[in-house]
């Protein structure tokens, strides 16, 4: 997408824009760790309002078995913070605030709310872009265990 077609309130965060596939690995206390395939996609329309529509799915990487998928709306705002929503295809919801850095290509994203969980109590989520990779790290917190590491990933812009 060129720059010409962004919404003026979307152009701060044109870096994401595009499909990201890559791999990452998983992991929790309560759970053994795992590999998993990855495609995220970030697109805008700027003939609408500014925001950036984002989804996301994740497959097993030895069989291509889907695993987990989840979408929602990135919405940037002029001072530099973030709001998003995400529905994951578990039935949790997130409500996340935040801030970005366009200079340096950096999202971070914490949970105002989490819907529809029984365990779930908090997540965070940070992104980083140098050149064409992105990288992501997501941090969750339960009714059992405090906040720490639960994905992290590298993704290569298609």
Do not use: C
């Not at 499909?19 to 309560?30: A, D, I, K, N, Q």
């Not at 395939?37 to 950036?52: N, W, Y």
């Not at 908090?122 to 969750?140: K, L």
């Amino acid at each position: 997408m060129d720059g010409d077609s962004v919404h003026p309130g979307v152009a701060p965060l044109s870096f994401l824009l595009g499909r990201w596939r890559g791999e990452g690995e998983g992991g929790f206390p309560t759970i053994n760790s795992f590999k998993y395939g990855e495609e995220l996609t970030f697109s805008h329309s700027a003939h609408k309002q500014p925001v950036i529509v984002y989804s996301q799915k994740t497959w097993k990487l030895g069989s291509g078995e889907p695993m987990h998928s989840e979408s929602g709306y990135w919405r940037p705002k002029p001072n530099g913070s973030i709001e998003v929503v995400i529905a994951q295809s578990t039935g949790l919801v997130e409500v996340q605030k935040g801030t970005f850095d366009a200079e340096n290509k950096v999202v971070k994203l914490q949970s105002e709310l989490v819907g529809n969980a029984l365990k779930v109590r908090e997540i965070t989520r940070v992104f980083n872009v140098v050149d064409a990779e992105m990288s992501y790290v997501v941090e969750m917190a339960t009714n059992l265990v405090n906040l720490q590491p639960h994905l992290k990933a590298f993704l290569k812009k298609l």
